[in-house]
């Protein structure tokens, strides 16, 4: 196993062992939350940090970790790669935390899980869905989320079965998460015989859209797909409607958070727009006991929130099972093992997916509120 066989390395040495040790010996268990707490993108971040946070407390009310309480350490690294390895190695060298829920976005969670796996440090994160997450054989590296080809396969099936239209334009944020999805998505055409009237990426932090609007109504589409996160896809839904285009817009896993009604300019724009994330958790009995400890804390289930729980239950579920063991221990208890959590009972294959995981489609009403699309 690769990132076992680094650490198990990187520790034969006496005085390895020793900081190995020290890291794990502390008056607390420590798990970083790593995320963009600043910024455009921070309401994710805080999302994942308030389930987590939520968890943990539940778990340090009923007496911690074999006696010792949690303590979560936040990093923000703004869904910026340079910065994730900047918390990372922070977690690592002096935080000297056990795990890690994060990060948030793929193109953080790719080069910070290298320094995680590296160190021998469990790694769950609520959200990365990029295949490249857990195809590099790093042992350590598991999510709770779903992977972007499962989403493509069913966003292709959904445009051109469902909504029956074949001329797509696919545009992406440029980014690891937007374009890996929109690239996946490609893919999935291709094998269905239909290629994309326009394929174009626009950059992170821009709100003028109108001349990409203005390529998108020269292509003839009548399905628009976009991959990226709120701050983009809201302004470019708004000119799409302001310019009176007449198409479908759709969209991933990003758009599940009720920002996208204000950043889009209201629900009236939302009308024939659509996106895929994971089935409804509170729908799950499996989630009942989860669902009812959020709300007498007070807190509103949003769509990462509940990720950011459910990160939290697996590695605690983890370091519990294992005996609060080494690294190789929990990995081995995470793949032998499922784990009740606040987006249902999970459970991990070789690689550190999800199981079955399941995306299905919403769109909005007329108040904003997601609705399941037929």
């Given amino acids: 196993m690769k990132s076992i066989g680094k650490f198990l390395a990187a520790t034969s040495l006496a ?60 990093g ?13 190695n922070r977690f690592v060298d002096q935080d000297k935390v056990k795990a890690v829920v994060g990060h948030f976005c793929s193109s953080s969670t790719i080069p910070a899980s290298e320094i995680y796996a590296d160190a021998g440090i469990l790694t769950v994160t609520p959200s990365s869905t990029n295949p490249i997450v857990t195809d590099r054989d790093l042992d350590t590296m598991f999510r709770t989320c779903g992977r972007d080809d499962q989403q493509a396969v069913v966003a292709g099936g959904f445009i051109l079965d ?23 998505l490609k893919k999935t055409l291709a094998e269905r015989g239909i290629e994309p009237v326009l394929y174009e990426g626009l950059t992170r ?34 000119q799409i409607h302001e310019q009176g285009l007449a198409v479908k817009f759709v969209s991933g896993d990003a758009l599940a958070q009720t920002e996208i009604v204000s950043a889009a300019g209201g629900p009236q724009f939302l009308k024939d727009v659509y996106y895929s994330s994971a089935a409804d958790p ?58 009740k959590t606040a987006v249902g009972n999970l459970t991990w294959n070789e690689k550190g997916d999800v199981r079955d995981f399941k995306f299905v489609f919403y769109s909005f009403d007329d108040k904003g509120a997601p609705v399941a699309a037929n």
Avoid at 76 to 88: I, L, R, W
Avoid at 162 to 184: E, M, N, P, R
Wanted: glycine share 10%.
């Fill in 15 to 74: 005085g390895s062992l020793l900081v190995a040790s020290s890291a794990f010996s502390a008056d607390t268990i420590k798990i970083g939350v790593a995320g963009p707490m600043t910024g455009a993108n921070a309401t994710f971040g805080e999302q994942v940090w308030t389930g987590a946070s939520a968890y943990v407390n539940e778990v340090n009310a009923a007496g911690g970790i074999d006696g010792k309480q949690v303590e979560l350490v936040k």
């Fill in 76 to 88: 923000d690294d703004a869904c910026e790669p340079k910065q994730a390895v900047a918390v990372a």
């Fill in 282 to 339: 509170k729908q799950d009995p499996d989630t009942a006991e989860a669902q009812e400890a959020l709300k007498k804390a007070n807190i509103a289930p949003d769509n990462y929130t509940l990720f950011g729980y459910a990160s939290a239950q697996t590695i605690v579920a983890a370091l519990k099972g294992s005996n609060n063991g080494e690294p190789q221990a929990q990995v081995d208890w995470l793949r032998n093992n499922s784990v």
């Fill in 205 to 238: 932090g821009e709100r003028d859209f109108n001349a990409l609007v203005t390529k998108i109504k020269s292509s003839g589409a009548t399905a628009v797909y976009f991959g990226g996160l709120i701050p983009e896809a809201g302004p470019l839904i708004r």
């Fill in 162 to 184: 469902t909504l029956k239209l074949d001329k797509v334009a696919l545009i992406h944020d440029k980014d690891t998460y937007g374009q890996g999805l929109v690239d996946a």
